[in-house]
């Protein structure tokens, strides 16, 4: 009889194969083994609902105004609302979860700018403009984090780098600190006996610092040497050693402090003929 292929009498009897097609191939839709139906990568937005991703890829969870989305090893590339949970798989951006909270307990989130956060197991990359909300590391690790109001339990932040807003609170975690790396460069004129300061700068931060000079053009020898001040001041300027740096046509040196006050200068003096002097200041945070 017709359709006696997909009709039964007996209604659990009833087994049906499903094909799709990739081009001129016909292929079977794949399931795993409680049913469900397996997608490799999709593009999708959603703005309700429970999600689980567990292999393929969200592009965009755009405004899941409620439900929650659990994450366990796939990757959502961009999520701007709603409760989530990172087992295992990778949030590469949560942009702007207005409402709802993120928990990562052993998956990535590569970049976080808003919402409520708790990391007790995973890795969140980088907290960049977290406007509002709260971030709580237990056990988890912070990469980096410039902005927003952060309890660190027990787990770790590794850059604090540009916190422009909030608060940072260490109850029994551990923050790492990175070396900051300055540099400011000058060129000037030296000639006629006088003698020309040149980089003034407040030194009371850094932990290492050291001038470097080059006579590059000019034909006169240039002395040199570091002065020292409490304060920005020409007054309570003094040498910071009896040393003097010559500096000949072509020639290049390094001055290094002997000792620490809070400001810190290069003077340059030529007796008799002219020079220009290439001066870069290099310090470490």
């Not at 709802?100 to 969140?124: H, K, P, R």
């Not at 004129?189 to 001038?211: E, M, P, R």
Request: aromatic share 6%; net charge negative.
């Amino acid at each position: 009889m017709p359709n006696n292929l997909v009709f039964n009498n007996v209604a659990s009897d009833l087994v049906v194969q499903i094909y799709g097609k990739n081009g001129s191939n016909v292929l079977p839709i794949a399931t795993d083994a409680s049913g469900n139906l397996m997608v490799g990568t999709v593009t999708a937005i959603f703005d309700s609902g429970t999600v689980t991703v567990q292999g393929g890829t969200i592009d965009v969870v755009s405004a899941l105004t409620a439900g929650t989305v659990t994450v366990s090893g796939g990757t959502i590339d961009a999520l701007t609302a709603g409760t989530v949970t990172v087992s295992g798989g990778t949030v590469d951006v949560v942009s702007a979860l207005t409402a709802g909270t993120v928990t990562v307990s052993g998956g990535t989130i590569d970049a976080l700018t808003a919402g409520t956060v708790t990391v007790s197991g995973g890795t969140v990359d980088v907290v960049s403009a977290l406007t509002a909300g709260t971030v709580t590391v237990s056990g988890g690790t912070i990469d980096a984090l410039t902005a927003g109001t952060v309890t660190v339990s027990g787990g770790t932040v590794d850059v604090v780098s540009a916190l422009t807003a909030g608060t940072v609170t260490v109850s029994g975690g551990t923050i790492q600190t990175e070396p900051l790396f300055v540099t400011d460069n000058v060129s000037v004129s030296v000639s006629n006996a006088a003698t020309v300061d040149a980089l003034i700068k407040d030194t009371s931060t850094q932990k290492v610092f050291s001038y470097w000079i080059s006579n590059i053009e000019g034909t006169g020898t240039v002395d040199a040497w570091l002065q020292i001040s409490p304060v920005d001041s020409a007054t309570y300027y003094v040498n910071d050693s009896t040393t003097v740096y010559q500096v000949g046509p072509g020639e290049k040196t390094v001055l290094i402090p002997e000792k620490f006050l809070n400001f810190t200068k290069l003077q340059l003096i030529n007796e008799s003929d002219t020079a220009t002097v290439l001066c870069y200041y290099n310090a470490q945070t």
